[in-house]
DNA sequence: GCCTGAAATTGGAGCGCTCTATTTTGAATT
DNA sequence: AATTCAAAATAGAGCGCTCCAATTTCAGGC
């Protein structure tokens, strides 16, 4: 900077003005200062700035697994309103593991992000309580709820509701929902699975199986739901995994998907857009849930504390293959028609 | 700092010497330091000490696509190495553009990041240049190759060999390859195809149909294959996405896979991996990819300039459930068995 | 020609840290 | 008690920038 000043005749401080674009330089000098730094390959030095600056602009996303295409897309969207803003999003991973998320967040908060979005993180309170206060902070699509901190997710609750009417309103009764384990998402899920359930005036037949948040738990349920005497005809999934694992199952076992059996997952990941699989589930917006992340922590920044935001976005029902009305009782193993087949 | 210091009645320069833990420290100062460090939820300032350090332990990590769980794993493979050597990653998305790489490379730039890892960038040789001379910079599984920058990548023209090789070993001979468009690893994997047939004393029957990278782009070219008299009897992908189209429009024919006919992709994304799909595919050592992109930008930067550096890994065949010898040339459609079908 | 005030420019302090050179401490040696 | 020397602690400059207050420049009006 001394060396582009000293190129250009002018002082450092008219550099500065100059390389943040102040409406206070003459044409002039502006263009002077710009030619001396092209020449000079000069680029400002980020962290001077932001120190000087006593501002970073910078918010901080931490992501729970960085192969989850669900959380790539959540991220664009962090991004895209981050960039909106004049923020740039640093991203950290956390690999699935809570020891690293905290060194993840302490490294934002090393770095003085002006804000945290945590997408899907599984920070437990103590974590929380040690990182909310110092910096505003989100908490998005997380499978965890903390008392203080900012959220912005989906409505599972209505979204599992609407998988239970799709398959009601086709005429299924037998509706068995493969449950995702232990973290919220999961107990909205099931609670709308059972509201909708009640709803539909089949609250008799509510039939929830644990199962885990990964394809290969998914194995187990189907085989223990085809041995009964009276398997159901429909199928609603924690996710769009836990469905994918579920349909291959089923078409291990020469069930027709949907002919015999109907299948709805959620997230709709691009895995369930796979046309092998055309898996019929529940939209999460993702691209808006982070947009709002980062509307929210905006928000944080500049009124200051108060109630915890609690975004709750809609989903949306997406049909694709996998879903039809019952059969008529008639179990026809073998003739196989793959999901899609018309 | 100057807090932390004056409680626990040490200078400030103390205080820094306890932060970095030099073992020059008496136990008893050390002691009061922390203590008092912890209490005024002291935190020290990365800008601040990489401004004072010259240096910033950081490297910078340009990702084509978050969304693609490829990219994702070589990621994962790139923050371990470096967390190894005592550096942070900082991730960057480049969303498929190549102005927006741009940008993020020269937030890079002004971070002083030590190194960067551009993992899957379409930049052009113009900004390679630009960006080249101030700081090492490693390509990793690029669609393009520059001439004077270091790369890491999959032996491309070897995976396709093994793919026709696995194919031509089931006995298979009218086997076509999808080409995966004009970047540098779909012309090496058409070679590896080309010379993989011609090894296999079937360079007659070479077949190549051009597509995107896409799974929609699959289906014309099953069209296509399907209506002529003497359909293939495999298919080689260019990578796991189109294999996936593919899959799903064969299943719409009626035809068997692997029956009928042989599929391999290439990536061994976790996509070929579900068990609905089950493709036969070619590994990319995606971890040591990472790993290895990081080793090199820590060569760089201890040896200075050279010769550019080539890393190229092994692929390696994955046999799922879309491979199999031939059918004695009876063509079943009908008779669909899954691609997991025993 | 002098005064006024807005616009353009500059000097210099300070952001929070590290690092070198220097000073202080305190135990061991004579 | 004086001397030595390593270990422990510190003072102070400086990293590259921004920003405030102060200064200079330059019209226009009298």
């Known amino acids: 900077m001394e060396d582009v000043a000293e190129r250009a005749k002018v002082s450092r401080a008219l550099v500065s003005l100059v390389m943040n674009n102040s409406p206070q330089v003459s044409d002039e000098k502006r263009e002077s200062v710009l030619r001396a730094a092209e020449e000079l390959g000069y680029r400002p030095n980020l962290a001077a700035r932001q120190l000087a600056k006593r501002r970073t602009q910078t918010i901080g996303v931490l992501v729970d697994d960085l192969r989850n295409p669900f959380f790539g897309e959540v991220v664009d969207g962090i991004e895209a309103e981050a960039a909106d803003h004049g923020f740039t999003a640093l991203i950290l991973n956390g690999h699935r593991d809570a020891r690293r998320e905290v060194d993840a967040v302490e ?108 394809e290969a738990d998914a194995l187990a349920v189907i085989d223990a739901l085809l041995a009964q005497k009276d398997p159901p005809t429909a199928i609603f999934a924690f996710n769009d995994l836990l469905a994918a694992g579920a349909l291959n199952r089923l078409a ?30 529940i939209n999460q917006p993702k691209l808006a849930m982070g947009r709002l992340a980062v509307g929210t922590l905006l928000e944080r920044l500049s009124d200051g504390s108060g109630e915890p935001i609690r975004h709750t976005l809609k989903p949306e029902l997406v049909v694709r293959g996998t879903t039809g009305p019952p059969s008529n009782g008639s179990c026809r193993p073998g003739a196989a028609s793959g999901p899609l087949g018309t």
């Not at 059996?261 to 895995?271: Q, W």
């Open 107 to 214: 490294t934002f908060l090393q770095l003085r992000v002006e804000g945290m979005a945590l997408v899907g993180a599984r920070l437990t309170d103590d974590d929380m309580a040690r990182v909310g206060t110092a910096t505003p902070c989100v908490m998005v699509a997380s499978g965890t709820v903390h008392p203080g901190t900012d959220t912005v997710g989906t409505d599972d609750r209505r979204g599992a509701e609407l998988a239970v009417e799709h398959l009601a309103a086709l005429g299924h009764t037998r509706i068995v929902h493969i449950d995702g384990g232990d973290n919220v998402s999961a107990a909205e899920r099931r609670a709308g699975y059972e509201s909708g359930m009640r709803a539909a005036g089949i609250g008799e037949l509510i039939d929830v199986r644990p199962a885990g948040d990964d």
């Open 252 to 281: 291990d076992a020469g069930m027709a998907v949907p002919g015999d059996v109907s299948l709805v997952g959620f997230d709709n990941t691009f895995i369930s857009a796979l046309r092998h699989l055309s898996l019929t589930t």
